[in-house]
């Protein structure tokens, strides 16, 4: 039997701030969304926008948009990873995203807010489980539908984000930053940039 070590964020004044979204119930699950990316994005190492941007995601999403079922899907998206040599973090998210893609009338679309629905559970739930008992989270099904809050506010977020152009990787990478900059309330951060 194995076990798993929660892997918690870095003791930073950024990630402090999101830490504070756990415990405050007046503040909103939007707000805590921009606070825990701005703090994912803003630390010298592990920038989950980055893992996101690769090629490699780009990949996983096309392959959503053209399996039949989830068998073939897993399939042919470890075979995907293994030959890219780019097994990471963003490539472990993006397959969960794509799997939970078949069966979606637009997959693209889908796609597009399940990655980073995702990556938002990650970050949170390296922290959360430590605010359990108090704040918001009184209970491991009030802090369960809390990171459930936050992911729907990340997926909204990514909706509101025109799908990538295409999953070429020049595309799709001004496509995560764009999401990100949403994610992090600045959605005019990159309005001056070409699609």
Not at 79 to 85: M, N, Q, V
Not at 119 to 126: C, F, H, P, W
């Amino acid at each position: 039997m194995g076990t798993s070590v929660n892997q918690s964020s870095p003791r930073t004044v950024n990630w402090l701030a999101a830490h504070a979204t756990y415990r405050d119930v007046n503040i909103p699950p939007h707000r805590a969304m921009v606070e825990v990316w701005r703090a994912a994005t803003n630390q010298k190492t592990g920038d989950l926008a980055a893992l996101l941007s690769k090629p490699i995601v780009a990949e996983l999403g096309r392959l959503a948009g053209e399996v039949r079922s989830v068998k073939e899907l897993w399939t042919r998206a470890t075979a995907l990873i293994a030959r890219s040599e780019d097994s990471s973090l963003g490539s472990d998210i993006a397959r969960r995203a794509a799997v939970q893609c078949i069966g979606a009338t637009d997959r693209v679309q889908a796609y597009n807010e399940r990655v980073f629905a995702e990556a938002t559970s990650y970050l949170v739930s390296r922290d959360l489980p430590g605010f359990v008992g108090s704040g918001r989270a009184r209970t491991a099904e009030e802090s369960l539908q809390f990171k459930l809050d936050v992911m729907d506010q990340a997926a909204r977020a990514a909706r509101r984000v025109a799908p990538p152009s295409s999953f070429g990787p020049a595309a799709w990478s001004r496509h995560v930053a764009r999401v990100v900059a949403e994610l992090k309330g600045n959605p005019t951060e990159l309005k001056g940039n070409p699609k």
